[in-house]
Nanobody, 122 residues
Framework: QVQLVESGGGLVQAGGSLRLSCAASGRILRITSMGWFRRAPGKQRELVATITSGGVLNYAYSVKGRFTISRDNANNTVYLQMNSLKPEDTAVYYC????????????????WGQGTQVTVSS
């Protein structure tokens, strides 16, 4: 299967920056879209940003101009650079990817990381 390992969360003051990383490993034939979602306390999980294998980007309106998603296709890694952080960005951030695995026959599945906490203090 596919494992997603996230890193980079933590505590930061408002206006600060953090960079999240997520590396996918396993019996991967091909990674399709990669992205980040978040769940704030008492709220549903929401999309933050996604990037396709061809580099097409999609951002939530609330993070446009502050967050930047990028990916390293050679290493199956996706990044989220978060600048000008606000207290309302506080949430658990989840990495998400679609992958075709080297099974017989090859299979497509959607995978989630375990989440990394981002806390922004005012």
């Amino acid at each position: 299967q596919v494992q997603l390992v996230e890193s980079g969360g933590g505590l930061v003051q408002a206006g600060g920056s953090l960079r999240l990383s997520c590396a996918a490993s396993g019996r991967i034939l091909r990674i399709t879209s990669m992205g980040w979602f978040r769940r704030a306390p008492g709220k549903q999980r929401e999309l933050v940003a996604t990037i396709t294998s061809g580099g097409v980007l999609n951002y939530a309106y609330s993070v446009k101009g502050r967050f930047t998603i990028s990916r390293d296709n050679a290493n199956n890694t996706v990044y989220l650079q978060m600048n000008s952080l606000k207290p309302e960005d506080t949430a658990v951030y989840y990495c998400n990817t679609g992958a075709v695995t080297a099974t017989m026959p090859p299979a497509y599945e959607n995978y989630w990381g375990q989440g990394t906490q981002v806390t922004v203090s005012s």
